[in-house]
Antibody, heavy 120, light 110 residues
Framework: QVQLVQSGAEVKKPGASVKVSCKASGYTFTFYSIHWVRQAPGLGLEWMGMINPSAGTTTYTQKFQGRVTMTRDTSTSTVYMELSSLRSEDTAVHYC?????????????WGQGTLVTVSS | QFALTQPASVSGSPGQSITISCTGTSSDVGLYNYVSWYQQYPDKAPKLMIYDVSKRPSGVSNRFSGSKSGNTASLTISGLQAEDEADYYCSSYTISSLYVFGTGTKVTVL
């Protein structure tokens, strides 16, 4: 069955960087794009960006341009999301999710989420 | 890109039908048939309930249905059940080749 397993919770200081991993299994890794979505405590879902694991091409929302980098390792079927210059507002659960088809944004399988806490 | 607009809360009694709206613009909801709906329980990952405006993934109850008119998409839950009490989010592809979520709706079963 399709599974996305994310790395564990992180606590970072303001100004630091965090790198969250998302390991895929149960399907052909390069066939489906992976999106990153985050949710601050008590708030709604926020789309951050996506990566095409086949070509390695990325699309980021303007809010995170220059601070976020999404990469992939096809040898381990793993996608990474690195967020730099962390501030307290980045405290959130970060999810990876698989796009069901052709970049339509239909996210049919989600990771369990990774809580990133930014605190001095 | 601003979030799509959803009502903060919707409620209904068991067995009733409720509809959640998702209002965007002619650059997102109104332009593409790439609207999805997600159900989220507290401290859980979202679950895809509807995609491409009105398609249901395998395993999702046929009590859930989606539609769109102009810049507004809608999710209807018929035969409301206690287990439907959750947060619901819409999302859409946009003209900028990006994606945007709705503000979220808390569904309460009375």
């Amino acid at each position: 069955q399709v599974q996305l397993v994310q790395s564990g919770a992180e606590v970072k200081k303001p100004g630091a960087s965090v790198k969250v991993s998302c390991k895929a299994s149960g399907y052909t890794f390069t066939f489906y794009s992976i999106h990153w979505v985050r949710q601050a405590p008590g708030l709604g879902l926020e789309w951050m960006g996506m990566i095409n694991p086949s070509a390695g091409t990325t699309t980021y929302t303007q809010k995170f341009q220059g601070r976020v980098t999404m990469t992939r390792d096809t040898s381990t079927s793993t996608v990474y999301m690195e967020l730099s210059s962390l501030r307290s507002e980045d405290t959130a659960v970060h999810y990876c999710a698989r796009d069901l088809g052709a970049g339509t944004g239909s996210l049919d399988n989600w990771g369990q989420g990774t809580l990133v806490t930014v605190s001095s | 890109q601003f979030a799509l607009t959803q009502p903060a809360s919707v409620s209904g009694s068991p067995g009733q039908s409720i509809t959640i709206s998702c209002t965007g613009t002619s650059s997102d909801v109104g332009l593409y048939n790439y609207v999805s709906w997600y159900q989220q329980y507290p401290d859980k990952a979202p679950k895809l309930m509807i995609y491409d405006v009105s398609k249901r993934p395998s395993g999702v109850s046929n009590r859930f249905s989606g539609s769109k008119s102009g810049n507004t998409a809608s999710l209807t839950i018929s035969g409301l059940q206690a287990e439907d009490e959750a947060d619901y989010y819409c999302s859409s592809y946009t003209i900028s080749s990006l994606y945007v979520f709705g503000t979220g709706t808390k569904v309460t079963v009375l």
